[in-house]
């Protein structure tokens, strides 16, 4: 080989390199600025969290069937480091709307609005009494009576039926994140 094309050759192969590492690599999610969530007042005063766009409620829905099989972490926020029940859904609306929940289930529930089991749409929440206590776990509601979860028990992101013979005695609420109309 040439002396003088070594030089070239190298500089090619390191910035081949360099494209294919970062084609590889994963995305971070969009970068947003934690902004107040914005609140939609009920019929008595009461003002709750709500999504900017219902077409939110459905990339709930898929945002939670892409973390399938994602590890469990009691307090996890993303799904790197692994998910709890209100880091999950905490994580999904934040990537969807740029608005921040909390990360913890019961107060997930007092800053959403309760809807009946009847009303139940593709995006909403459910909560369950897991734990002797109100709205100790949760999950995202995807349709045909199935909702999305972060269990601590076999560890990972799975889906459950609402029917299920562990959650439906279990089953204490349910909320919307669509703004009422």
């Given at each position: 080989m040439?002396?003088?094309a070594?030089?070239?050759?190298?500089?090619a192969?390191?910035l081949?390199?360099?494209?294919?590492?970062?084609?590889s690599?994963t995305?971070?999610p969009?970068a947003r600025?934690?902004?107040?969530?914005?609140v939609?007042p009920s019929?008595d005063?009461?003002?709750y969290?709500s999504?900017?766009?219902e077409s939110h409620a459905?990339?709930?829905?898929?945002?939670?069937?892409g973390?399938l099989?994602?590890?469990?972490?009691?307090?996890g926020?993303?799904?790197?480091?692994?998910?709890?029940?209100s880091?999950?859904v905490?994580w999904i609306v934040?990537?969807?709307?740029?608005?921040?929940?909390?990360h913890?289930a019961?107060?997930?529930?007092?800053?959403?609005?309760?809807?009946?089991?009847?009303?139940?749409?593709?995006?909403?929440?459910?909560?369950?009494?897991?734990?002797?206590?109100?709205?100790?776990?949760?999950?995202?509601?995807?349709?045909d009576g199935r909702?999305?979860?972060?269990?601590?028990?076999?560890?990972?992101?799975?889906?459950?039926?609402?029917?299920?013979?562990?959650?439906?005695?279990?089953?204490?609420?349910?909320?919307t994140?669509?703004?009422s109309s």
């Amino acid at each position: 080989m040439n002396p003088h094309a070594r030089p070239a050759v190298l500089a090619a192969l390191a910035l081949s390199i360099a494209v294919l590492a970062g084609c590889s690599s994963t995305p971070a999610p969009l970068a947003r600025p934690a902004a107040e969530p914005p609140v939609t007042p009920s019929r008595d005063g009461t003002s709750y969290f709500s999504l900017e766009d219902e077409s939110h409620a459905r990339e709930m829905v898929l945002f939670a069937l892409g973390l399938l099989d994602t590890g469990y972490r009691f307090g996890g926020r993303n799904p790197e480091a692994g998910l709890d029940c209100s880091g999950m859904v905490a994580w999904i609306v934040e990537n969807i709307s740029g608005k921040r929940l909390p990360h913890n289930a019961a107060q997930i529930a007092d800053r959403t609005r309760p809807i009946e089991l009847s009303q139940l749409q593709p995006g909403d929440l459910v909560f369950f009494n897991t734990m002797k206590r109100r709205h100790s776990h949760m999950g995202i509601y995807i349709g045909d009576g199935r909702f999305v979860h972060a269990p601590s028990s076999r560890g990972s992101v799975r889906v459950e039926r609402l029917d299920n013979r562990y959650f439906a005695p279990r089953i204490d609420g349910a909320r919307t994140l669509v703004a009422s109309s």
